[in-house]
């Protein structure tokens, strides 16, 4: 049961563009979500969270949108940079829980 | 140093074989975390252990995956009798427990690879 969806495997953009990756949950208890980044052959690193009680939040180039209605976020990135190439997770939890629930990552290139 | 620490960083062994993974989280974090990344995939949770209480071991695949953690720092994942499907990245996380936001700091992974 996946309960955190990335249903995009890749996506490719051109620097200077707008890059929105996607990511859906089933499990209407999460109220947490945040966005990991991931080069290759290192770990994740956190990049941006967003809470139930909010539907935007804004770091920089980066924001996140929550729809809790259809259980759906997206992280926008403006403007788009060839360092922003790597693959992204979504993630969720319910707050105060130790888990968090990955989705299954895109990777997104940056074309110059 | 400042971040979480693994090894190996890479591990091939033979189907059959036992292997230890090892993770050293960053000084002073309460949680520390298993995950593991196959080919193609998310990141699946393993197993989390916060202080001095009983690890929450829901997400170990078989009886063959067992982890420790020592003296509330250390901890290492075993793999029994590794077949090829457990062949992956295995990526250990931790946190501070004090104003918990989700934030998990990961380490680079070590990455295993069965025969």
């Known amino acids: 049961d996946q309960q955190v969806k990335q249903n995009s495997p890749s996506l490719s953009v051109q620097e200077g563009r707008i890059s929105i990756l996607n990511c859906d949950y089933t499990n209407s208890m999460f109220d947490y979500f945040l966005w990991y980044k991931k080069y290759p052959a290192e770990g994740p690193t956190f990049l941006i969270s967003?809470?139930?009680?909010?539907d935007k939040n804004e770091d920089g180039r980066f924001t996140v949108f929550l729809n809790k209605s259809a259980k759906h976020l997206s992280l926008h990135i403006v403007p788009s940079q060839p360092g922003d190439s790597a693959v992204y997770f979504c993630?969720?939890?319910?707050?105060?829980?130790?888990?968090?629930?990955f989705g299954q990552g895109t990777r997104l290139t940056i074309n110059p | 140093g400042a971040g979480v620490s693994q090894s190996p960083s890479n591990k091939v062994t033979e189907k059959g074989k036992d292997v230890e993974l090892r993770c050293d989280p960053i000084?002073?974090?309460?949680?520390l975390y298993w995950y593991r990344q196959s080919l193609g995939q998310g990141l699946e949770f393993l197993i989390y252990?916060?202080?001095?209480?009983?690890?929450?071991k829901s997400g170990l695949p078989s009886d063959r995956f067992s982890a420790e953690r020592t003296g509330g720092s250390v901890s290492t994942l075993t793999i029994q009798r590794t077949q090829q499907e457990d062949s992956a990245v295995y990526l250990c996380?931790?946190?501070?427990?004090?104003?918990?936001?989700?934030?998990?700091?990961f380490g680079e992974g070590s990455r295993l690879t069965v025969l």
């Open positions: 993630a969720a939890s319910k707050w105060g829980a130790q888990k968090l629930v």
């Open positions: 000084s002073g974090h309460t949680a």
């Open positions: 252990f916060q202080g001095n209480s009983a690890p929450d």
């Open positions: 996380a931790s946190r501070t427990t004090r104003g918990f936001t989700g934030e998990l700091f």
């Open positions: 967003i809470s139930s009680i909010k």
